[in-house]
């Protein structure tokens, strides 16, 4: 446009708020990963475990359907801590493949293209941007973990009523807490290898490693040496230990066999505490956002 038509105006229309204005990448980014039949597909196939968890509920409080399933209602699984405590085991599970599929590729297709410039020229800061590129999997996985639970929570305390919401009403805390530790560790660790890693496959297959591969280091350490300590470096018993905790299921004592080449008998096996569990899970979100930081820049300098 000619400077001496001086016919630019600045742009008059609404605002967005500032607060608002990461969830611009999620709602961008949910055309692709919802393009995916295939995902769909997966996605819905999420939400069985939590159907299950339903029609377990209500068969508990619905006579006439225990008396045509022939069913004990002592025979079905209480509604108690473990309960709720397994399903969330589930559903965590399940949101570890999700982010496996859409995590990876966020930050790396920008690097990639040299998009992140155009980013970080705008009133966009790099902190909106990592929890922008984050909140594409928080939103999603929170939509299969914790607020389903604390729906079907409220449903089972509709179903039994006051009395039994007021003793258990704890379990909220501890569904919300351990499933969001664990929401945040996903996103942060593959948000993390997307920005060192500028090609999906490759880092696909390192965040399946960091799964796998430590998990059976730590058992090996275990086996070998009769003891727990090795499952500080396991992502998956991390996450068991501190649920457990929160769910009040943690057991620090167990009993296993010795040896085959020890003596008859067995041996008591302490696991480590839980503020140990804690700290490691501290320790690795803490590194991932010290490389988010170091990584994202707005300009590279290519020697």
């Known amino acids: 446009m000619a400077v001496y038509e001086q016919s630019y105006k600045r742009y008059a229309g609404p605002l967005t708020p500032e607060w608002s204005r990461f969830l611009i990448i999620p709602r961008h980014a949910y055309r692709t990963v919802f393009g995916s039949k295939l995902f769909v597909g997966f996605y819905a196939l999420c939400f069985i475990p939590i159907l299950i968890e339903a029609i377990l509920i209500y068969l508990h409080h619905n006579v006439n359907a225990i008396g045509i399933l022939q069913v004990n209602v002592v025979d079905l699984l209480p509604i108690d801590a473990s309960f709720f405590q397994t399903f969330v085991n589930i559903q965590c599970g399940l ?6 599929l859409i995590g990876p590729p966020l930050i790396a297709r920008d690097l990639r293209n040299n998009a992140l410039p155009l980013y970080l020229c705008r009133p966009f800061s790099k902190t909106e941007y990592v929890l922008g590129k984050m909140s594409v999997l928080l939103i999603l996985l929170s939509a299969i973990t914790w607020i389903p639970q604390l729906l079907l929570f409220l449903f089972q305390a509709y179903l039994e009523g006051g009395t039994w919401l007021k003793d258990n009403l704890w379990l909220t805390t501890a569904i919300f807490i351990g499933s969001i ?21 490759v880092a696909s297959a390192i965040m399946l490693g960091l799964f796998f591969i430590p998990s059976a280091f730590g058992v090996f350490i275990n086996e070998v040496f009769r003891t727990r300590i090795g499952n500080l470096v396991s992502l998956g018993a991390l996450l068991n230990n501190v649920q457990a905790g929160l769910f009040g299921t943690f057991v620090r004592t167990v009993t296993a066999e010795r040896r085959p080449w020890g003596e008859e008998g067995v041996v008591t096996i302490t696991e480590p505490p839980l503020w140990a569990s804690w700290l490691v899970l501290f320790l690795i979100c803490a590194a991932c956002l010290a490389i988010l930081s170091r990584r994202l820049k707005a300009y590279e300098v290519v020697k």
């Open 181 to 201: 530790v664990w929401i945040l560790l996903l996103a942060l660790i593959s948000q993390t290898i997307s920005a060192l890693v500028k090609w999906r496959v």
């Open 95 to 100: 949101s570890s493949i999700v982010a496996l």
